[in-house]
């Protein structure tokens, strides 16, 4: 990371650390580099201890001076990390040796690596072609050079942060032209499949224009590459805009290269049970974590831990981190009895408890530990009651959760028949389905007479026992709506949810009974209008299919 991204992440930091409450805790912060370093300078100013910890091979082990010199430094790798939001305990193994270290709060913060491309376009690193890290880091090596030529994107899709680093280094190099003679130094970018609509990178684009960079864009036929014994590289080939052919060997050429998540994280999120998305980062883009939160309660996944962002989005990501942490600090300060209102958690009752461990292998956030018996860890269980429905003892319970109030809300709307309507039990996620359907019903949309509308607070939560249950009490049909796979909070309650229903839906076909009575959806808590259609069209269908109590076994 260059001096310009630090110094314009410590301005974010400073704005988001003013003003705030002091608040004891730790916090381990997992990253050996820059971005490590800054999280920790905001995290000291918050009174929040942060200790650091560092590879094993980290320079700084070797007594070498480093960005984070100021906080208290642990070389080492994770093992694994018990607890949950407010009281993990991490296993570390420090050159062979076992260390545990407890904090309030976890951040990952371990760098991207960057992977010139040399060798895919046939070139050597020598003076005369470099990669971009070393013109980032030391643009004086262009100073001197009449011609450059930077390479973008034609080996792969270009990133918006390797073509940021580009124009930042050329509109450096190239003064404003309006009322100087043309520049002597000629810039050009060769670019592949150039992606400039995000931020602010089309007006970069036009602005290096407008200074003198000269562009040649390459869909379909790259340029020929080649390189001199003097290390020059040579480019032929036809510009596809002028359809012209070209020759050009510039004084230096700056490989582009590929950004990587650490390759850490692989490791990492085994031992820690966090989840990954499929560009090996931790936590990826699901909204209802949004953003830094990962599938554990305190463990925060920040700027190059989470995805491939300028020094802006990291930044964001830091204060993020911060300002989660804090609160997670503060919480643990303040009265168990306040804590006690957090929303349901998941309580074992060990007198049904059968130990299969499937709450163990489970629970997608971490939560159940053998203590040595399964034991849910109440910092860390988000209430989605996936463990319940699972469970074959039925040895657990939610607490704060009315555990009953679905057959009452059934039964109630059965006894106060809305004509002849159907009675649709629909069992909602509160993040999708209750918030798409409250919002329908804000925007003065009439939902179906018969609803009995059941928030769950994640579509885990549904049992094949809770959809039996719904018929019993009186409902025509079972309705599940769900978040969109990949984005709900707990990972897969909608696959969890289908699989119940479909369960169910077999069972009904094997008596005769209609399994369409049975459906399952998913949608966005934005989806208003989808919602409200498949509630009616799933009215409709019951009309036609009369009464449940009334079906005749097909
Ligand atoms: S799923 Fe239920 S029975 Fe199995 S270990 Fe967990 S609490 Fe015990
Ligand atoms: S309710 Fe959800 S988060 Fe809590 S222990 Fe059960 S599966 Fe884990």
Do not use: F, M, W, Y
């Given at each position: 990371m260059g001096n310009k991204a630090v110094e314009k992440q410590n301005n974010i930091l400073n704005q988001s650390t003013r003003n705030s409450d002091p608040a004891e805790g730790k916090a381990l912060i997992i990253g050996g580099g820059e971005y490590a370093a800054t999280l920790a300078q905001a995290f000291l100013k918050e009174n929040i201890r942060p200790v650091i910890l560092a590879p094993?091979?980290?320079?700084a082990r070797a007594g070498a001076r480093t960005a984070f010199d100021f906080a208290e430094t642990i070389f080492g790798e994770a093992l694994f990390c018990h607890g949950g939001a407010g009281r993990f305990t991490i296993s570390i193994d420090s050159a062979g040796k076992k260390k545990s270290l407890c904090a309030s709060v976890v951040i990952l913060a371990k760098e991207t690596r960057r992977l010139p491309l040399f060798e895919s376009h046939g070139i050597k690193e020598n003076p005369r072609a470099i990669s971009l890290s070393a013109a980032v880091s030391d643009s004086g090596r262009l100073a001197d050079a009449e011609n450059i030529v930077f390479m973008v994107g034609l080996k792969q899709e270009s990133d918006p942060v390797i073509f940021e680093e580009i124009a930042d280094i050329c509109l450096d190099l190239l003064p404003p032209s309006d009322d100087l003679p043309p520049p002597k130094k000629k810039i050009y970018i060769f670019a592949g499949?150039?992606?400039?609509?995000?931020?602010h990178l089309e007006s970069l684009y036009r602005q290096t224009r407008r200074q003198g960079a000269v562009y040649f864009k390459f869909t379909k036929n790259p340029p020929k590459i080649s390189q001199g014994a003097d290390g020059r590289v040579l480019f032929q080939g036809?510009?596809?805009?002028?359809r012209l052919p070209f020759v050009i060997s510039p004084d230096m050429t700056v490989v582009d290269e590929m950004i990587v998540p650490s390759p850490d994280f692989k490791a990492l999120s085994r031992r820690m049970g966090l989840e990954m998305d499929e560009n090996g980062f931790?936590?990826?883009?699901n909204v209802h974590r949004f953003?830094?939160?990962?599938?554990?309660?305190?463990i925060f996944a920040a700027g190059p831990a989470r995805k491939i962002q300028g020094a802006d989005g990291d930044a964001r990501d830091a204060a993020l981190a911060l300002s989660h942490s804090r609160r997670v600090i503060q919480r643990m300060a303040s009265d168990s009895k306040n804590r006690e209102n957090d929303g349901p958690t998941a309580e074992i009752n060990p007198g049904s408890c059968v130990f299969c461990l499937t709450c163990l292998r489970s629970c997608p956030h971490g939560a159940v530990e053998l203590a040595p018996n399964p034991t849910i860890i109440k910092e860390a269980c988000e209430g989605c009651g996936a463990c319940r429905s699972l469970c074959p003892g039925n040895a657990i319970s939610m607490t704060g959760l009315d555990e009953g109030a679905a057959d009452s809300k059934i039964k109630e709307t059965r006894l106060n028949p809305p004509d002849h309507l159907p009675v649709i039990a629909s069992f909602c996620c509160a993040r999708s389905g209750a918030a798409a359907l409250e919002s329908a019903l804000a925007a003065g949309q009439p939902l179906p007479r018969g609803l009995a509308l059941i928030t769950l607070p994640?579509?885990?939560?549904?049992?094949v026992e809770s959809i039996y249950s719904a018929f019993k009490n009186g409902a025509d049909g079972v309705l599940i709506l769900s978040c969109h796979d990949g984005n709900c909070h707990s990972g897969k309650g909608h696959a969890l949810a289908r699989e119940r229903a479909d369960y169910a839906a077999d069972f009904f076909k094997k008596i005769k009974m209609d399994p369409k009575r049975i459906k399952t959806a998913s949608l966005a808590s934005n989806m208003a209008g989808a919602g409200l259609k498949i509630l009616t069209d799933f009215e409709q269908f019951l009309m036609t299919a009369g009464r449940f109590s009334n079906q005749k076994k097909q």
């Open positions: 094993p091979e980290h320079p499949n150039l992606k400039v609509a995000e931020n036809v510009d596809e805009s002028t931790i936590q990826g883009d953003s830094v939160r990962t599938n554990r309660k305190g994640c579509a885990a939560a549904i049992s």
